[in-house]
T-cell receptor, first 114, second 112 residues
Framework: AQKVTQAQTEISVVEKEDVTLDCVYE???????LFWYKQPPSGELVFLIR??????QNEISGRYSWNFQKSTSSFNFTITASQVVDSAVYFC???????????FGDGTTLTVKP | DTGVSQNPRHKITKRGQNVTFRCDPI?????LYWYRQTLGQGPEFLTY????????KSRLLSDRFSAERPKGSFSTLEIQRTEQGDSAMYLC??????????FGEGSRLTVL
């Protein structure tokens, strides 16, 4: 069975601070995919990144970066120099190869104060 | 606009009534998913289709729930004899194979 744990329920930071959102996953599969999605106050979930289990290279996209470590089953997400517009609920998700469904964590609510 | 479209956006119904939601996925996507989301929780998988075939249903999906995807295009999710516990946001998403999910804006159900 697959499971995703986002231990941080809520995080509050002041604008321009860096913040890291944690994600720990469980799976028995050797081939799987990890995702991060953003759900702003408007409600629609938006895809941010997808990694496959064979690619542990960290990725940076602008102010966003992701640290994938198979040894600790973690896929953490860092926002550098946070902005008010980053305020949202962030979900980590796991999908096993050809399993179809994605399993989501319960999300981390990030509030960035001006 | 080629995003995922869901309707109605909001539905208020009385307990015991039937409701139906519709989802129009991105046309190039062969997979279509239904999820349910309640306050403070992540999306919870209900079912998914690859083209017109329903490949998996969650054990959480009682017999009152049925989903169809005729001709592998749009999908409907019907809830019969609604209960107050069915109140939630019903999310539709589509993808191409194992790719990332593209979500619609959701259909919010309130059962009185």
């Amino acid at each position: 069975a697959q499971k995703v744990t986002q231990a941080q329920t809520e995080i509050s930071v002041v604008e321009k601070e860096d913040v890291t959102l944690d994600c720990v996953y469980e799976t028995r599969d050797t081939t799987y995919y990890l995702f991060w999605y953003k759900q702003p106050p408007s409600g629609e979930l938006v895809f941010l990144i997808r990694r496959n289990s064979f690619d542990e290279q960290n990725e940076i996209s602008g102010r966003y970066s992701w640290n994938f470590q198979k040894s600790t089953s973690s896929f953490n997400f860092t926002i550098t120099a946070s902005q008010v517009v980053d305020s949202a609920v962030y979900f980590c998700a796991l999908s096993e190869h050809n399993a179809g469904k994605s399993t989501f964590g319960d999300g981390t609510t990030l509030t960035v104060k001006p | 606009d080629t995003g995922v479209s869901q309707n109605p956006r909001h539905k208020i119904t009385k307990r015991g009534q039937n409701v139906t939601f519709r989802c129009d996925p991105i046309s190039e996507h062969n997979r279509l998913y239904w999820y349910r989301q309640t306050l403070g929780q992540g999306p919870e998988f209900l079912t998914y289709f690859q083209n017109e075939a329903q490949l998996e249903k969650s054990r959480l999906l009682s017999d009152r729930f049925s989903a169809e995807r005729p001709k592998g295009s749009f999908s409907t999710l019907e809830i019969q004899r609604t209960e107050q516990g069915d109140s939630a946001m019903y999310l539709c998403a589509s993808s191409f194979e194992d790719g990332e999910l593209f979500f619609g804006e959701g259909s919010r159900l309130t059962v009185l």
